[in-house]
């Protein structure tokens, strides 16, 4: 494996954040209770999945905020055993988030439940967007919107929390937008342009890309971003029909981590983000 992708590997488990591993599976709930958002475990098909949630009245459209793949390596070869992210990226950009109706945060499989339920390493590695993987997320959006009295979501996925969006938005009739930040959206680029190996457990996006040929979308990449670079999110936007309402947003000096989350409150009232529905109050 090239230097590249064993540094691009350590960056996409989460090494390069400026905290420690230790004491991951609090942080995400310490940061919610803080800010006064409910979480809660809710069991989806094969996972059990944690979620948070904003401590608001409901309303005709959910705006949920998918997490990355967190800890997934803790060195080029040796895979971590509890994928929780060092830092919930995705959670604070959902504390922030712009709009005033209801907004959820939903970790991916394994992250802050560990030892949990059906956890495989290879669901954070290899299958990390395996059929049921896309399946259980599909039934906490089902809890998720339910709870919250909605008709309609709005995805909005980090890294590969993205590709898990869009996953989600392919297959559902009720995604009225989607957002992504430094979206892996491409898995076979993805792997090809870093020397990595094929996530052969794994959907990949980009295959059914074709069917979000009407729906809203911005996708925000880091100009300095060596993980998923810009040409993830062309080429996602690339297999959709011509003409499609897909937005590819460039933030000069953004990498893959830093600093979305200080950077959000400007970013997501971009104008772009107007053509989400329900985005902006």
């Known amino acids: 494996m090239r230097a590249r992708a064993v540094l691009a590997l350590l960056m996409a488990g989460g090494l390069a954040a400026c905290s420690g591993i230790h004491g991951r599976q609090e942080r995400g709930p310490t940061l919610a209770h803080a800010g006064g958002w409910r979480w809660a475990t809710l069991p989806a098909g094969t996972f059990d999945l944690a979620t948070a949630v904003k401590p608001e009245a409901g309303g005709p459209l959910l705006t949920v905020y998918i997490e990355g793949d967190g800890l997934a390596y803790l060195t080029a070869r040796e895979p971590s055993q509890d994928p929780t992210p060092t ?95 430094s979206g892996n959206l491409d898995f076979g680029l993805w792997t090809q342009t870093l020397d990595l190996t094929p996530l052969a457990q794994s959907l990949d996006p980009v295959t059914d890309a074709a069917r979000l040929g009407a729906l809203p979308q911005v996708h925000f990449v880091g100009a300095d971003d060596k993980v998923v670079d810009g040409a993830i999110a062309r080429s996602f936007v ?24 200080g950077a959000w409150p400007d970013l997501s009232r971009r104008a772009e983000l107007k053509a989400i529905p329900g985005w902006l109050p």
């Open 87 to 181: 830092d919930p990226l995705a959670l604070r950009l959902a504390m922030a988030h712009p709009g005033t109706g209801p907004v959820a945060y939903l970790a991916r499989p394994c992250q802050y439940v560990m030892p949990g339920r059906n956890c495989q390493v290879g669901y954070w590695t290899t299958a990390r967007l395996a059929p049921e993987v896309v399946d259980s997320a599909g039934i906490a959006l089902d809890r998720l919107k339910a709870d919250a009295h909605a008709q309609r979501l709005v995805l909005v996925g980090y890294s590969g929390g993205g590709g898990l969006a869009a996953m989600l938005a392919e297959r559902r009739a009720d995604v009225a937008g989607l957002v992504t930040v």
């Open 238 to 261: 690339g297999h959709q029909p011509p003409g499609a309402p897909a937005s590819i947003v460039t933030v000069p000096g953004q990498d893959h981590r830093c600093c979305w989350a």
